[in-house]
């Protein structure tokens, strides 16, 4: 079975400070991980996703197989990172995508 | 290009009533979803259909029942709304590359 745990519902950053939302997943095979974003009132849109490796707003995700981690990380938090973000999880070849539960990050001017 | 579309935005409902909240995409995708979300709770899966004619329950499937009867079109009903249904549903849809979300139903049952 498939799972992606987000251990924080709350993240309160200082804008300048880095940030770093966490993302650990369960998944025997090999995993595509996401990460989506809602900023208020929108609807969610990918963000980023571990295959492409790039760098999307100035986050980056690195896929940790050995700790099952994807944490998302940002050097210098801007007060427009404010948003809920969502890490997810899909099997290579499988359409379904399993979300976590989501973190709601504030950043504090 | 209309991505997935839910109708309707806003809705007020009182205990008991009935509805169904509509979702299409135009996107050729065979996996579709039901959310709802919920301050502090986040996206809970209500019902999943990874193809026309198939769904699956979710997290939350108590008090919903949905329907896939096509390809682009996957319909959520609320049979008997209760104020636990208060919340925003969200619709999705799926391929190989990413998903994409509606803009949300602000359902509201008083």
């Known amino acids: 079975a498939q799972r992606v745990t987000q251990p924080e519902k709350l993240l309160s950053v200082f804008k300048g400070a880095p940030v770093e939302l966490k993302c650990n997943y369960s998944?025997?095979?090999?995993?595509?991980l996401f990460w989506y974003v809602q900023y208020s009132r929108q609807r969610l849109q990918l963000l980023l996703r571990?295959?492409s490796r790039e760098s999307i707003k100035g986050f980056t995700a690195d896929l940790n197989k050995g700790e099952t981690s994807f944490h998302l990380k940002k050097p210098f938090a801007q007060e427009e990172d404010s948003a809920m973000y969502y890490c997810a999880l899909r099997a290579l070849g499988n359409e379904k995508l399993t979300f976590g539960t989501g973190t709601r990050l504030t950043i504090i001017p | 290009n209309a991505g997935v579309t839910q109708t309707p935005k806003f809705q007020v409902l009182k205990t008991g009533q009935s509805m169904t909240l509509q979702c299409a995409q135009d996107m050729n995708h065979n996996s579709m979803y039901w959310y709802r979300q919920d301050p502090g709770m986040g996206l809970r899966l209500i019902y999943y259909s990874a193809s026309e004619g198939t769904t699956d329950k979710g997290e939350v499937p108590n008090g919903y029942n949905v329907s896939r009867l096509n390809k682009r079109e996957f319909s959520l009903r609320l049979e008997s709304a209760a104020p636990s249904q208060t919340s925003v549903y969200f619709c999705?849809?799926?391929?190989?590359?990413?998903?994409?979300f509606g803009q949300g139903t602000r359902l509201t049952v008083v």
């Open positions: 998944y025997s095979g090999s995993p595509e």
């Open positions: 999705a849809s799926s391929g190989l590359t990413e998903a994409f």
């Open positions: 571990h295959i």
